[in-house]
């Protein structure tokens, strides 16, 4: 038997007999250190967090690359530190499963510190603040998803929060981008101390997005008062703070009780699967795919830890941007997206169990082969096609993965914009005949119908989480199945929405076809699998 809380130095022999990877160093050590010199914050302590950038830290640190370690910080749920962190000394046991089903096992130590960082918790507010402030500090990393850097709504207007924050102190800031400002001002005002400000979420132009969060808060400050404009300055001088945009791709579903009970059986003692009360799950352990790719723009004013030598990538901003592109507008992302709207209408629970549906797989070879890779650039440090081909045929498949739709099907309305919205683009920039797109206005049509929250059985199903749900949902929320509807009188306060399909539909010629689409899909029961079947047979 072992459990994370094990000495792991002084019982080599009980992890290494339960196959288990350990760490090259003294966590107590490292801990050590980065009080003293912190080099890297990571803010997020989620899953892909715990089974990829702490990885990547850990093999620096066993190759002697790094001597400090991560700290985490969590903006939002407490429970995450308080249940997921601490009980465990920070420590996780990454499970990465291949598809042949072995379980690569690996003790996780690498991070130092675990905080709640929020003007509720005093102690990490302070303490935090005081971490950015030491001139030691190289980077922060990012994985708090899409809605994390959000300060306004549906319209474009800033948020209440947003605009508080604006308004306020900066002592005060409750949202992301205003509590993390908070700490860039506190750098400012330490000696204008470099730094490197790394979004690693999973979408385009992260970077961009990221410093256009932290400068509206900070614009609104200087306006206010409450800073002066030399931060400004501070903030868009890539030679003191720089936004380095990022490709992340690694599959981390929620850890499963099926890896659970395999790693109960193996001895390991840590398999209690936690749920917080603000709903995140997260667990002793995280399980992960085996491939995986992470490409940062080299801009790092204050120097860098080698992340080459842990698999990273390290390129100029155009080739992130060219393979960020390539992921998450054609060759991955959109796929995902496509087969989470489907599978949660069709009533699967499993998206290795939906490439077993041969309609599903021709939408999504549609979607990858047909319809995105035509418009979509080669990066040159990875090829598309090979990708589109190791998504379709390995990873997606990957019965060892137990990933869901519904938890991919959550903030699409935020997912939207850029994991189609792009590829439509580019059809309009290039002139490109969209009118024999098939799977993109199917999938739209397919979310419209998702709103409905009735599975193709005809029966309610709960959609999963999304900001706009409750401001969308009542346009579909009446229909019934069998019910005659004019369907563009009922989709068009959604498809002609800016924020969410921000390229002009109709100018494509793809309104009618969304429409149309819609319209079968309520036909009656069954109606979903009808149609895909017949859109693509």
């Keep these: 038997m072992y459990k994370l809380t094990d000495d792991y130095l002084s019982k080599v022999s009980v992890f290494k007999d339960a196959g288990v990877s350990l760490?090259?160093?003294?966590?107590?050590?490292?801990?050590?250190?980065?009080?003293?010199k912190p080099v890297w914050v990571h803010f997020g302590g989620g899953?892909?967090?715990?089974?990829?950038?702490?990885?990547?830290?850990?093999?620096?640190l066993n190759i002697g690359e790094m001597t400090s370690g991560i700290i985490v910080a969590e903006t939002y749920d407490d429970g995450v530190i308080n249940e997921a962190y601490k009980p465990y000394a920070n420590r996780t046991l990454q499970v990465v499963m291949d598809e042949t089903g072995h379980y690569q096992k690996t003790l996780i130590a690498s991070v130092s510190d675990a905080i709640y960082y929020n003007k509720a918790q005093a102690d990490g507010w302070e303490k935090l603040k005081t971490i950015f402030?030491?001139?030691?500090?190289q980077l922060?990393?990012?994985?708090?998803?899409e809605k994390g850097y959000s300060l306004r709504d549906v319209n474009g207007n800033l948020t209440k929060t947003a605009q508080a924050d604006i308004n306020g102190a900066p002592d005060n800031a409750q949202t992301n981008m205003g509590a993390i400002t908070r700490l860039l001002l506190a750098r400012y005002s330490h000696g204008k101390l470099p730094i490197a400000m790394i979004s690693t979420d999973n979408f385009s132009e992260n970077g961009q997005r990221f410093q256009d969060g932290v400068l509206t808060i900070a614009t609104g400050w200087v306006h206010e008062g409450t800073a002066e404009p030399g931060f400004i300055d501070y903030l868009n001088d890539p030679t003191l703070v720089s936004f380095p945009w990022s490709m992340i791709d690694r599959i981390t579903p929620n850890p499963a009780e099926s890896v659970a009970k395999i790693l109960k059986a193996s001895g390991f003692e840590d398999t209690k699967i936690i749920h917080t009360a603000k709903n995140t799950t997260i667990a002793p352990f995280g399980n992960t795919e085996e491939t995986h790719y992470l490409v940062i723009e080299d801009s790092f004013p204050n120097g860098r830890p080698n992340l080459e030598k842990a698999g990273v990538i390290l390129t100029n901003r155009e080739?992130?941007?060219?393979?960020d592109q390539m992921k998450v507008t054609a060759c991955l992302n959109p796929l995902h997206t496509g087969l989470a709207i489907f599978g949660s209408i069709l009533g699967y629970t499993s998206i290795a169990e939906e490439m077993t549906n041969p309609d599903l797989v021709s939408l999504v070879k549609q979607l990858g082969y047909n319809e995105d890779l035509p418009v979509v650039k080669n990066p040159g440090i990875i090829?598309?096609?090979?990708?589109?081909?190791?998504?379709?045929?390995?990873?997606?498949?990957?019965?060892?993965?137990?990933?869901?739709?519904?938890?991919?099907?959550s903030d699409t309305s935020q997912k939207l914009p850029i994991r189609f919205g792009v590829t439509l683009k580019h059809y309009l920039d290039k002139e490109a005949d969209a009118s024999k797109l098939k799977a993109i206005p199917l999938i739209i049509a397919g979310w419209c119908r998702f709103l409905m929250a009735i599975n193709d059985d005809g029966d309610a199903f709960v959609p999963s989480p999304d900001p706009l749900l409750a401001e969308l949902q009542p346009y579909v929320t009446n229909i019934k199945l069998g019910d005659t509807v004019d369907a563009h009188t009922v989709l068009k306060?959604?498809?002609?929405?800016k924020q969410i399909f921000p390229t002009d539909l109709s100018a494509l010629g793809l309104t009618e076809s969304i429409e149309?689409?819609?319209?079968?899909?309520?036909a009656a029961p069954g109606a979903v699998s009808k149609t895909l079947h017949e859109t693509f047979n």
């Design 140 to 145: 922060v990393t990012m994985s708090i998803t």
């Design 133 to 137: 402030q030491n001139p030691s500090l």
């Design 516 to 522: 149309k689409s819609f319209t079968k899909m309520i």
């Design 23 to 36: 760490p090259n160093f003294d966590q107590a050590v490292v801990t050590e250190h980065t009080v003293k």
């Design 319 to 323: 080739t992130v941007n060219d393979a």
């Design 493 to 497: 306060p959604i498809l002609s929405n």
């Design 383 to 409: 090829n598309p096609k090979s990708f589109i081909d190791e998504v379709i045929n390995k990873r997606l498949p990957n019965k060892n993965i137990p990933d869901t739709p519904q938890r991919i099907a």
């Design 47 to 60: 899953n892909l967090f715990r089974c990829f950038h702490a990885k990547i830290a850990q093999d620096l």
